[in-house]
């Protein structure tokens, strides 16, 4: 067994199916490494990039946070949005972090700042995530 079945689905269905030799990604508790035969594992994922090591390549997907779910031959990500790198719209994300800087430097009573602090994380995970495409 030296291959990991991955699969990552959002609401609106899977977006990546495939298999990889590595999976890494940031969990809330820190970066996780899954390779095949990995212990049973279920834990929240941070907004962040999962990498998909192949044996000619890495590919890249971004997730806007979510649940990793690791059995010892599949990984399994449930996120609330992912885009693998080639399917970002770089100036949305660019436009969407703007927005979100702007709104964080308004520094007015009425802002969301937590909101607009994770708007500007996944827009430059998505940016981060196009440039390794
Ligand atoms: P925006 O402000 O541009 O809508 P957002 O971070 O608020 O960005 P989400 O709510 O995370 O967007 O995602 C809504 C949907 O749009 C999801 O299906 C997500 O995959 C998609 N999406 C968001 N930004 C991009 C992008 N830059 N490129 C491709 N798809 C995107």
């Known amino acids: ?9 959002t609401p609106d269905g899977p977006v ?18 899954i390779l095949p035969g990995h212990i049973p594992l279920v834990a929240p994922l941070e907004i962040g990039a999962v990498r998909l090591k192949k044996a000619d390549k890495t590919e890249y997907v971004a997730v806007s946070g979510g649940f990793l779910e690791v059995r010892p031959e599949k990984v399994t990500i449930l996120a609330q949005s992912a885009e693998r790198a080639e399917s970002i719209d770089l100036a949305r994300a ?27 994380k996944r827009a430059m995970n998505r940016i981060a995530v196009y440039q390794n495409k």
């Open 1 to 9: 067994m030296n291959v990991l079945k991955v699969s990552i689905v």
């Open 16 to 33: 990546y199916e495939s298999e990889a030799e590595m999976v890494s990604t940031r969990a809330e508790t820190g970066e996780l490494g």
């Open 94 to 120: 660019q436009a969407a972090k703007a927005r979100a800087e702007k709104y964080l430097q308004a520094k007015r009573d009425n802002v969301d700042f937590k909101r607009a602090e994770l708007a500007l």
